[in-house]
């Protein structure tokens, strides 16, 4: 997997699984579940399984829609940085998460052939699960996603964030909420969670899902790691960003 090449600690130390499907169907679950199963032996994971399946379950939705998005664009040749064709985007979008059945996305007529891939790395520290698309987000996108971040620091639950911040741009950002509650329920911060853009060694661009499940209450997050460097080293947090995009400098997560 290209994507694992980018980050070697994760491909020497961790027991990694990867998973590629179109929609989130019966036959994917089985393998999920199979994965589950096999790292039953760690106690915190075992411990939280239903709300991790409930988060894995929302990073694969939010994985089908962007691509649902893309397949718009494609198929109706449209600028999403152009504000008519956003709209357009937005209203084709709607419609076809309300009316079409996800099933039907399966069926060749659709000529619907956009994959995620869902990954599993395991390590008795902490697991880490991966979803990525292809693509990258768009500005506005990203401005969105910071702002649905930011509303749900503080949330208490999921009818709260409804309550106070939903909205109906592309939908109510619900899974943003949805997966922070449920880390903030066992007992994990929403800096768990993380949405980006990455491209691999190849030049491709991908949108990267990735939460973080601490098996070792002393595990120090790679953001934690960044802060700490900070602080002993004095350098500005742009410079030790430019150094990491240029990779020349590579925070392990280990």
């Not at 999920?32 to 915190?44: A, E, G, M, R």
């Not at 449209?78 to 709607?94: G, Q």
């Not at 419609?95 to 399966?106: D, G, R, S």
Request: proline share 2%.
């Amino acid at each position: 997997m290209d994507f694992l090449k980018d980050f070697p600690d994760i491909q020497k130390f961790f027991e990694n699984y990867i998973l590629l499907g179109k929609i989130y169907d019966q036959n994917l679950e089985k393998k999920i579940q199979d994965i589950y199963q096999k790292n039953h032996q760690y106690n915190f994971f075992r411990t939280h399984l239903i709300s991790i399946d409930a988060i894995v379950k929302e990073l694969l939705q939010n994985a089908f829609k962007a691509n649902v998005k893309r397949w718009i664009i494609e198929r109706y040749n449209l600028d999403p940085t152009k504000e008519l064709d956003y709209k357009k985007l937005l209203r084709i979008f709607k419609h076809l998460l309300y009316f079409v059945k996800i099933e039907e996305f399966e069926n060749k007529s659709m000529e619907f052939d956009y994959w995620f891939c869902l990954i599993f790395s395991f390590h008795p520290k902490v697991c880490m699960i991966h979803v990525l698309n292809e693509g990258s987000l768009l500005q506005r996108e990203e401005e969105r996603i910071r702002k649905k971040f930011m509303e749900s620091r503080n949330i208490v639950s999921v009818y709260d964030y409804y309550s106070n911040y939903s909205d109906a741009e592309e939908g109510a950002g619900m899974g943003i909420a949805m997966i922070v509650t449920l880390l903030k329920q066992m007992g994990l911060e929403h800096r768990n969670f993380l949405i980006f853009n990455h491209q691999n060694q190849h030049g491709k661009d991908m949108i990267v899902s990735r939460v973080y499940i601490p098996m070792d209450s002393k595990y120090l997050l790679p953001r934690k790691k960044f802060e700490i460097l900070q602080k002993s080293s004095k350098e500005s947090v742009e410079s030790i960003r430019q150094k990491i995009q240029s990779k020349h400098l590579y925070i392990p997560f280990l």
